[in-house]
C-alpha cells in the first residue's frame, strides 16, 4: 500500500506539477476574413478566448473558441432582408514559444472545428443555415509578458484551411487580446 501511495505521489510530481510552470486565461478581440477576397469591407468582427498553458519548456499548448459575425442587408424591390454571417470554430494549437525577454513571439500549427452560417430574417420569418467543417491553421504572434506580472497583452494572426461538405475554404483572423496568467 505504501508503495502505491508512493507510486501516485511521483505520478503527480512527474506530470500535474509542470503544469503548474504556465497557464493563462485570456479575452481577444480582432477581425476575421476570407483570405481570397482583397475587400477588407467584408470582414468580420471576432471575439474569443484562449485558454493557455506551458507544460513543457519548448511547447505551448493553446485552445481556444473564437466568434466571429458580420450584419448585413439586402434590398430586393419588394422586400429588405437583414441578417447576419456568422463563424464558429473551437481550435486547439500547439506553439513554440521564443523567449527574448519582454518579448515573447510565438509560432505554431493546430487543428479546429468549425461552423459557418447565415441567418436573416425576411418579412418577419426565420431563414439560415449552418455548415460544419474541419481545418488545420497556422499561427504566430507575439506576447508582451513583464516579469513578474499576472497579466500579459498578445497579438496573433491565424490563417486557416477550412473543409466543408461543399468545398475547400481560406480565412485569416487578426487579434490582440490580454492574458491572466496563473
Known amino acids: 500500500m505504501k508503495k502505491c501511495n508512493k507510486l501516485f505521489l511521483l505520478i503527480i510530481l512527474i506530470f500535474v506539477i509542470p503544469t503548474m510552470v504556465f497557464a493563462g486565461i485570456g479575452a481577444k478581440f480582432g477581425f476575421s476574413k476570407d483570405a481570397k477576397s482583397d475587400n477588407l469591407d467584408k470582414g468580420m468582427t471576432l471575439i474569443g478566448v484562449d485558454y493557455r498553458f506551458s507544460a513543457l519548456p519548448v511547447i505551448d499548448l493553446i485552445g481556444s473558441i473564437e466568434y466571429s459575425w458580420k450584419k448585413y442587408t439586402v434590398d430586393g424591390i419588394i422586400i429588405t432582408a437583414e441578417g447576419t454571417h456568422h463563424f464558429f470554430t473551437a481550435n486547439f494549437s500547439v506553439v513554440k514559444p521564443f523567449e527574448l525577454s519582454l518579448l515573447k513571439p510565438y509560432a505554431g500549427f493546430g487543428y479546429g472545428f468549425h461552423a459557418a452560417g447565415n441567418s436573416a430574417s425576411i418579412m418577419g420569418a426565420p431563414v439560415g443555415e449552418t455548415k460544419n467543417g474541419t481545418g488545420f491553421h497556422f499561427i504566430g504572434g507575439l506576447k508582451v509578458a513583464p ?28 487579434a490582440a487580446g490580454v492574458m491572466l496568467g496563473f
Open 147 to 174: 516579469p513578474a506580472a499576472p497579466i500579459s497583452v498578445y497579438g496573433e494572426y491565424r490563417h486557416y484551411w477550412t473543409n466543408f461538405e461543399d468545398g475547400n475554404g481560406r480565412y485569416f483572423t487578426l
